[in-house]
């Protein structure tokens, strides 16, 4: 298998704030409690050990049997759906919305890191279990973000209005994505593998949460990922009391205020919390919960609730409760028996403002662990890299850099002028020391002088450049598309383009492959080229 590793932070794709938290700088100790090693893990285990009650355990095992009625489960599945009830059972947890047929590639990351890293734990700590967790957004309500996928560069939408939670939202009149879809991947074998699958997650099931769990355990059901909806009474029930916290108390703002400020002096704010990180839902409902004048509001209704009221309402509908992307990660901590959240760089960004919420809460605080990220590369691109003699590392330049690199070891001339610049400097240094010595009032003009040089030679340092770049036209026009193919849109593969379109090229070897070449634990960058 040929598979390169690029740190991170080589690849001008993540923040300084990632970069800083994966090489464990000093300054940012405080953000979170164990860091993704052996060590970390172990400390974790006890933690989550201590604090997750008999009780918690059996009310999320009684809510996945109920979630998965009517699903089709693998033996690995079953068995640690049944482990979820014993003491030395922990979860490695991801989540991600609902986007239609899985949205961008990166969602497959997600899980594949997921499971790996519950299998190489398993091997590190062999008396313990450890479950995988696909966390569904179902309670999100952008469905904007989740309704599209790219297939050969072309958008595939679903055009239709959406309210309230997402997960509810009926899937009736979707069979026109379908259509779309199957026109654009044609009639291979594996193209009518993917028509079939999509048809039977979302033309046939009834809801997208129902299909999201469709196509999520048909492609890792046999790997044992167990897919958790938060949208549930009994779960709800469980963080009732914290929802009853911030209602009554306000403290997530509050406890979040000398981390972010840190952050903002520091890096930046991934999430801003609101006076209230709740939202009152229903099933086309979904709005904010706010304070005015002594009373509690849900925006854009007329639903307005003294406190008394609103807690009695919580006491009674735990499931109108819905936690906002500040507060939801305490929920998952709350129910779940975890000790690591598997997320992308945005993600993980968020939860580092979090820890001072969770020892508010007295909830430990999980792992947080940068998810595997993949640039794939077919074997006619890799043939098209070599000869254009560009690296796996050149790849992540910036376009303009990568063809100015390109094109100055393709000519014959010296386009590089730094010789000549320094001397340039060498030469009005020397002129420096005699103006001290005679005048000064010639410094100005001096300076000016050597200002305009210098610039003169950047400017013809830039003409030569361009003048080569249309001598090796073709060349250049080869790089930039090369580039565009890898990086769509200027962006991650792994960002814009869907599973399917792999799969059309790769079909059931696909995911098995994933697998294989990802490790968690290593936290770099894998560039892999897929065989034919």
């Known amino acids: 298998m040929h598979t390169e590793q690029i740190p991170f932070s080589e690849t001008g794709f993540f923040t300084k704030l990632i970069a800083d938290y994966l090489e464990k700088k000093p300054a940012l100790a405080e953000l979170y409690e164990n860091f993704p090693d052996t060590r970390g893990f172990e400390q974790q285990r006890k933690s989550k050990e201590k604090s997750f009650s008999e009780t918690a355990r059996k009310t999320l095992q009684k809510a996945v049997k109920v979630q998965y009625e009517g699903f089709d ?9 049944t482990r979820l009830s014993e003491k030395n059972t922990f979860t490695i947890t991801t989540g991600h919305q609902l986007n239609i047929m899985t949205g961008p590639l990166y969602f497959l990351y997600k899980i594949v890191t997921t499971v790996n890293l519950a299998k190489e734990l398993e091997k590190t700590f062999p008396h313990q279990n450890f479950v995988p967790v696909y966390w569904m957004a179902t309670e999100d309500h952008d469905f904007e973000e989740i309704n599209h996928f790219f297939v050969h560069n072309k958008k595939i939408r679903w055009d239709v209005e959406s309210k309230g939670p997402v997960g509810r939202k009926s899937t009736r009149n979707i069979d026109a994505v379908w259509e779309v879809f199957s026109k654009e991947i044609g009639d291979s074998q594996q193209a009518k593998d993917l028509k079939n699958l999509f048809y039977k997650a979302y033309v046939e099931q009834p809801t997208l949460a ?26 709800k029930q469980q963080f009732a009391p914290f929802v009853a916290k911030e209602l009554s108390a306000q403290y997530v703002k509050k406890s979040m205020e000398q981390t972010n400020q840190f952050l903002e002096e520091n890096y930046r704010l991934q999430v801003h919390p609101r006076e209230i990180n709740l939202f009152y839902i229903q099933n086309e409902l979904r709005e904010r919960i706010v304070l005015e004048n002594g009373n509690y509001r849900v925006l854009n209704t007329e639903k307005q609730f003294t406190q008394a009221a609103l807690l009695k309402e919580l006491e009674k509908h735990p499931e109108n409760f819905s936690p906002n992307v500040v507060l939801r990660p305490l929920y998952q901590e709350v129910i779940l028996p975890n000790l690591c959240y598997v997320g992308g760089g945005g993600e993980l960004a968020y939860w580092l403002q979090l820890k001072q919420m969770f020892q508010e809460s007295n909830i430990p605080f999980p792992i947080v662990l940068l998810r595997n990220s993949v640039l794939l590369i077919s074997k006619k691109q890799e043939q098209k890299l070599q000869k254009l003699n560009i690296s796996k590392r050149e790849l992540f330049l910036e376009e303009e850099s990568l063809v100015a690199q390109k094109i100055k070891e393709l000519s014959a001339l010296s386009l590089d002028f730094s010789v000549q610049k320094n001397n340039l400097k060498a030469q009005f ?7 001290v010595q005679t005048d000064k009032s010639f410094q100005g003009a001096l300076n000016a002088q050597e200002k305009k040089q210098l610039k003169g030679l950047r400017n013809l340092e830039k003409k030569l450049l361009k003048a080569e770049k249309k001598k090796h036209q073709e060349q250049v026009q080869r790089i930039k598309l090369l580039k565009e193919s890898l990086f769509p849109r200027n962006g991650l593969q792994e960002r814009n383009l869907n599973f399917s379109e792999f799969y059309l090229n790769y079909g059931e070897e696909l995911i098995p492959t994933l697998f294989k070449i990802l490790s968690p634990m290593e936290q770099k960058f894998t560039v892999f080229t897929l065989e034919e």
């Open 73 to 81: 489960i693998s033996k690995k599945l079953e068995e640690n759906t």
């Open 210 to 235: 129902d299909a999201t769990r469709y196509l999520v355990n048909e492609l890792f059901g046999t790997c044992g990922l167990l897919i958790v909806d938060g949208d549930d009474k009994n779960l």
């Open 429 to 435: 240094s020397e002129l420096k020391k005699i103006v």
